[in-house]
């Protein structure tokens, strides 16, 4: 009898551990926000000079939160990418690019289909993005905010399509087939 109590207690004990434990999973299993998506370029709004030629990024589930992948195609040929794997608790995770490390982000969920990312140096923000998906979820619009040197606002809109028609998956191709360069 008491090694029957003793084991209800442990049930006990441990459900609400194994909720945590798997709750980043069944958030991630429903993010919208996972698959390949692909700059329109035609529709995205960027301070003069600073719009890529083309861009993909893909997002993952991973064990440790979701997976980021970026590969951009700048208007001179050079190529970059950045790497990172964080939840949606808003803690700064590092991102790696074919340049070496890169600026820190944390990102958070604000509804779902939303997301925000803070980009950080030392102490200081110096850029947010804000991922929010259309209604029917094949339309990501990013608009970021940041600050030049003499604290002057920017702020740019890139529009991405899901990349799952024919037409988006060539381009998704073809840029993954770029060689990264670096362009300093």
């Not at 259309?134 to 940041?146: E, K, W, Y």
């Not at 990349?163 to 770029?178: F, P, W």
């Amino acid at each position: 009898m008491k090694k029957l109590r003793l084991i209800a207690l442990m049930g006990m004990m441990l459900s609400p551990a194994l909720l945590l434990v798997s709750k980043p999973a069944v958030e991630l299993a429903a993010d919208p926000f996972l698959g390949k998506w692909l700059l329109d370029v035609k529709h995205s709004k960027y301070a003069a000079g600073l719009c890529p030629a083309q861009m993909t990024i893909e997002m993952s589930a991973a064990d440790h939160g979701t997976h980021y992948h970026s590969k951009t195609v700048w208007s001179n040929g050079s190529a970059s990418d950045a790497d990172y794997t964080s939840y949606y608790d808003g803690q700064p995770v590092m991102v790696r690019g074919n340049r070496g490390m890169l600026l820190p982000v944390s990102l958070k969920r604000l509804g779902p289909n939303e997301v925000m990312a803070t980009y950080i140096r030392g102490l200081q923000t110096v850029a947010i993005s804000r991922r929010v998906l259309s209604s029917n979820g094949r339309v990501m619009t990013v608009t970021t905010t940041s600050w030049d040197e003499s604290g002057k606002v920017l702020t740019n809109v890139g529009v991405y399509k899901r990349a799952d028609s024919g037409a988006s998956r060539q381009a998704v191709e073809e840029i993954s087939k770029t060689k990264l360069t670096s362009d300093d």
